[in-house]
């Protein structure tokens, strides 16, 4: 069956490093990854999708990393921030067409200042 | 983008009984989904709510148990029905705007069950 795994499930880092959070997945073949923002109390929120025919993608202070061979995908926050401390789920999608998407478990991110 | 309205935004319910969820969205939009956040824990998809059509159930989830209407292209509703405290957890909508693959989701919805 599909399985999405995230590195870790929290990550601790000093403010103005660079965060670095995984996510493995086996047993798919996405045409797309995305990867998501969630606050505590709040739905997630979108930040970056990357195509399996893309490499890198860049938004500012944040890139995302595709290998579809080793089917892992890779989130950098440069220069982090304690307003970047957050909840990251990526979220593989668009097998076989289908418009539903499946999540991670999830990397909670606290920046210390 | 989509703003997506749900509410309740959180309820305590007796054992045994049901809870109906509204998702409202301010524009017209194909795909729905609805999730269920457990305390601590990822998203799981219980079902993608077809406008016009049934919805179509992720293993595990059953139509009896969590029946979906979805009447028009901005409305949708999620019931739990014979609530049991397993039932606790944040149950979310979420809409696929454009070419679907971008999720807007709403603030969720905190259920616990005594």
């Known amino acids: 069956s599909q399985k999405i795994e995230q590195n870790s499930e929290a990550l601790n880092i000093q403010e103005g490093k660079t965060a670095t959070l995984t996510c493995n997945y086996t047993?798919?073949?996405?045409?797309?990854l995305q990867w998501y923002r969630q606050d505590p109390g709040r739905g997630p929120v979108f930040l970056l999708l990357i195509r399996e025919n893309e490499k890198e993608k860049r938004k500012e202070r944040l890139k995302v990393t595709f290998d579809t061979t080793l089917k892992q995908s890779l989130f950098h926050i440069t220069a982090s921030q304690p307003a970047d401390s957050a909840t990251y789920l990526c979220a593989p999608g668009g097998q076989t067409g289908a418009n539903n998407l499946f999540f991670g478990t999830g990397t909670r991110l606290t920046v210390i200042p | 983008s989509a703003v997506i309205s749900q509410k309740p935004s959180r309820d305590i319910c007796q054992r045994g009984t049901s809870l109906t969820i509204q998702c409202q969205v301010d524009s017209q939009v194909t795909m729905m989904f609805w999730y269920r956040q457990q305390p601590g824990q990822s998203l799981t998809l219980i079902a993608t709510a077809n406008q016009g059509s049934e919805a179509t159930y992720e293993s595990g989830f059953v139509i009896d148990k969590f029946p979906i209407s979805r009447p028009n292209l901005t409305f949708s509703t999620l019931t739990v029905s014979n609530m049991s405290p397993e039932d606790s957890s944040i149950y979310l909508c979420?809409?696929?705007?454009?070419?679907?693959?971008?999720?807007?989701f709403g603030s969720g919805t905190q259920l616990s069950v005594l």
């Open positions: 047993n798919y073949s996405p045409a797309y």
């Open positions: 979420s809409a696929g705007v454009g070419a679907h693959e971008k999720l807007f």
